[in-house]
Every structure is written in C-alpha cells, then in structure tokens.
T-cell receptor, first 111, second 115 residues
C-alpha cells in the first residue's frame, strides 16, 4: 500500500522553511527520501531506519517515528536549488528490498 | 562512472507494437528494478530482480515482461503496447540486501508514448 505524503504541493520564498510528511499504514523498516527535478531522475537524499533516527543532508534533515509509522522531511532556510518533487519510499519487512513510493510533494522555491 | 544507463531515451509506438527497454549498471549491484512514473502517481514498481537469475512482479506487472540477462543487465519488454502504457520508465539498481539498505540509483529514464 502506497504511503501518503502531505502536502501535495508547497510554494516557498527563498529562506523559508518547510516540512513534508510521509505516513504508512504498515510497520516500516526504513524510509527513503528522494528528490526529483523536472525531466531528471530521482536522486537519493537519505535513509531513515526504525528507532527515531534523524539524518541530515545540507540543510535538509529528516526524522522517523517508528510508533506512528511516519517520517518527516525538514527543509531549513530553503534555497532555489531545493525546488523539485520529493518522494518518500517505504520498506517493510515483508517487502524485502522493494520500495513503495508516495505520490510526491512538489516544492517550489521562489526568489 | 556511468552508473545506470537506459536506452532509448525517447520512443513512440503505435498500439500493438512491441519493444524492449534496455538497462545496464556498472556498480556491481545485485538488485535491479523497473518503475513507471505517471503524473500524480509517483513511482510504481513494475518488476524487480533481487539477484541474477531471479525476477518478481511488482505493483503493476500486467502487460510487461522482464529478463535479467546477467548481473549488469535488466530489460523490460512490452509485447503489445497500449496507450495506458504511455509513461516515463525508470530503471534502478541497488545493493538492497545490505543492512542498512543502500539507496536506489536511477537511470535517466525512457519517455514512451503509445498512440
């Protein structure tokens, strides 16, 4: 079952912050975050493992709440280069090496 | 380092025609995947191959077949193309059985239009 991402779209001005959420109805082993720019392939950002671990990538960080089966991606002091579509991909014990992706959150950062 | 290479980049087919999408990776990954991406629907798994010699269905396998030719190559075949198969197709590879899992590396995609 596909994880649910929210919001579907967000528009920011450069320097503003944003949070993108990813929720699953299944017990998760890991959550992966990818960013895709228009016309390009998705690019890996980070992997979160169960245990509430928080990771960082530039000014982008994420958390994973294992009890709630939710992950959040935090974009701080957004830059123009952050524009794109963000996808979460979830892995369960049953899914093995297969990821199930959410529908994506389109982020636009304006000057 | 090429990573994951997909061919062709663009393709237009008529309904009923067949074609094979090619994918090769040079990262010595065991696992390879085929995803399709449609507007507003994210990435959906068509087929995957956990290791050389094995293939399994994903979420949307109908109308497709795959071949894991060797460790490097994983092809996707459309036997009789339909307009519903108009999409962007991405091949990916990873060493997913490692713990913690390694990320997916995607190819640049094939943009397929079926008229």
């Amino acid at each position: 079952q596909q994880p649910v991402q929210s919001p579907q779209a967000v528009i920011l001005r450069e320097g503003e912050d944003a949070v993108i959420n990813c929720s699953s109805s299944k017990a998760l082993y890991s959550v992966h975050w990818y960013r895709q720019k228009h016309g390009e392939a998705p690019v890996f950002l980070m992997i979160l493992l169960k245990g509430g671990e928080q990771k960082g990538h530039e000014k982008i960080s994420a958390s994973f709440n294992e009890k709630k089966q939710q992950s959040s991606l935090y974009l701080t002091a957004s830059q123009l280069s952050y524009s794109g579509t963000y996808f979460c991909g979830t892995e369960t014990r049953a899914s093995g090496s297969r990821l199930t992706f959410g529908e994506g959150t389109q982020l636009t950062v304006n000057p | 380092n090429a990573g994951v290479t997909q061919t062709p980049k663009f393709q237009v087919l008529k309904t009923g025609q067949s074609m094979t999408l090619q994918c090769a990776q040079d990262m010595n990954h065991n696992s390879m995947y085929w995803y399709r991406q449609d507007p507003g629907m994210g990435l959906r798994l068509i087929y995957y191959s956990a290791s050389e010699g094995t293939t399994d269905k994903g979420e949307v396998p109908n109308g497709y077949n795959v071949s894991r030719l060797n460790k490097r190559e994983f092809s996707l075949r459309l036997e009789s193309a339909a307009p519903s198969q108009t999409s962007v197709y991405f091949c990916a590879s990873s060493e997913a059985r490692r713990r913690p899992p390694l990320p997916l590396h995607f190819g640049n995609g094939t943009r397929l239009t079926v008229t």
